[in-house]
T-cell receptor, first 116, second 115 residues
Framework: AQKVTQAQTEISVVEKEDVTLDCVYE???????LFWYKQPPSGELVFLIR??????QNEISGRYSWNFQKSTSSFNFTITASQVVDSAVYFC?????????????FGKGTHLIIQP | DAGITQSPRYKITETGRQVTLMCHQT?????MFWYRQDLGHGLRLIYY???????DKGEVPDGYVVSRSKTENFPLTLESATRSQTSVYFC??????????????FGPGTRLTVL
């Protein structure tokens, strides 16, 4: 069965520090998709990134970057020069099916607190 | 307005009552999902649907019923609400393309309290 582990329940850093959120996944499929979502204090879920299992290239989007390593089944998320607005709960998620119909398996989330 | 909406946004009910949470999307996405979010559990899939009249159970379906007579609507019914069903419920939708599993777009959530 598929599983996503976010071992860091809560992380607190001072503004402008870099921070990495860990995500480890388990799946038997060779084709799968990994996602990160952000849930700010307002409660909505905001999509950040999707990565398929055949694309191990790291991705950078502004201050955000993602490191996908199949060898360690990890899909970590780094925020560079963190800002107070980055404070949120971040979820890593996994989808095994090729059809998109089976839903996402979420980790329990990491609560990131950026202190001014 | 375009997007995915949920109603009501907040609901308080009593144990044993039937409650229906509504979800509506305007993108004509094929896939729709219901999740519940509980502290310490993240989000867990309740039910999902690949198209109108096609639904299937997720991880935690007990006590819930869904239907999908129209592509744009995916109501979730708690037939006899229990306190353990106190949660925040999120509806989501996505579309399948040749590129594989696309991201899911989430509604704003419904906060349900069962007394």
């Amino acid at each position: 069965a598929q599983k996503v582990t976010q071992a860091q329940t809560e992380i607190s850093v001072v503004e402008k520090e870099d921070v990495t959120l860990d995500c480890v996944y388990e799946t038997r499929d060779t084709t799968y998709y990994l996602f990160w979502y952000k849930q700010p204090p307002s409660g909505e879920l905001v999509f950040l990134i999707r990565r398929n299992s055949f694309d191990e290239q790291n991705e950078i989007s502004g201050r955000y970057s993602w490191n996908f390593q199949k060898s360690t089944s990890s899909f970590n998320f780094t925020i560079t020069a963190s800002q107070v607005v980055d404070s949120a709960v971040y979820f890593c998620a996994l989808s095994e099916s090729g059809g998109g119909a089976d839903g996402l398996t979420f980790g329990k989330g990491t609560h990131l607190i950026i202190q001014p | 307005d375009a997007g995915i909406t949920q109603s009501p946004r907040y609901k308080i009910t009593e144990t044993g009552r039937q409650v229906t949470l509504m979800c509506h999307q305007t993108w004509s996405h094929s896939y729709m999902f219901w999740y519940r979010q509980d502290l310490g559990h993240g989000l867990r899939l309740i039910y999902y649907s690949a198209a109108a009249d096609i639904t299937d159970k997720g991880e935690v379906p007990d006590g819930y019923v869904v239907s999908r007579s129209k592509t744009e609507n995916f109501p979730l019914t708690l037939e006899s609400a229990t306190r353990s069903q106190t949660s925040v419920y999120f509806c989501a939708s996505s579309e399948q393309t040749s590129g594989g599993n696309n991201e899911q777009f989430f509604g704003p959530g419904t906060r349900l309290t069962v007394l």
